[in-house]
């Protein structure tokens, strides 16, 4: 069974940094032909969720949202399989539930690039909660 357990949210002041971890299990880089993404994302309450940013394993490349760009940094450790979301100069509309998703079309739901919806990404963590005060 493939599980992604997010970690590293709390409370921080406008300004500061968080680090968040994603660490997926149960799953190799055979599924999907090698072919598969793990993103980023965030809902804040009563909003949509919000896609983030993303990394493609099998070379590295990262995208990101216009909102984060700058400011988030996504990274993976493939000996930990284990995926980083470097957030600077935290924000109080930071403020959301940040959950991680492994699937093929990961990217291009987060970069709004495709009608897939993100309820329909096959893997998906239970999220970590951030909260920034101001």
């Known amino acids: 069974e493939v599980q992604l357990v997010e970690s590293g949210g709390g409370l921080v002041q406008a300004g500061g940094s968080l680090r968040l971890s994603c660490v997926v299990s149960?799953?190799?880089?055979?599924?999907?032909?090698?072919?598969?993404?793990i993103g980023w994302f965030r809902q804040a309450p009563g909003k949509e969720r919000e896609g983030l940013t993303c990394?493609?394993?099998?070379?590295?490349?990262?995208y990101y949202a216009d909102s984060v760009k700058g400011r988030f940094t996504i990274s993976s450790d493939n000996a930990k399989n284990t995926v980083y979301l470097q957030m600077n100069n935290l924000k109080p509309e930071d403020t959301a539930v940040y959950y991680c998703?492994?699937?093929?079309?990961?990217?291009?739901?987060?970069?709004?690039?495709?009608?897939?919806?993100?309820?329909?990404?096959?893997?998906w963590g239970k999220g970590t909660l951030v909260t920034v005060s101001s």
């Open positions: 149960g799953f190799t880089s055979h599924n999907y032909g090698g072919n598969y993404g």
């Open positions: 990394i493609i394993t099998s070379d590295g490349s990262t």
């Open positions: 998703a492994l699937d093929p079309t990961v990217c291009p739901v987060v970069l709004g690039s495709t009608a897939v919806p993100y309820s329909e990404l096959d893997h």
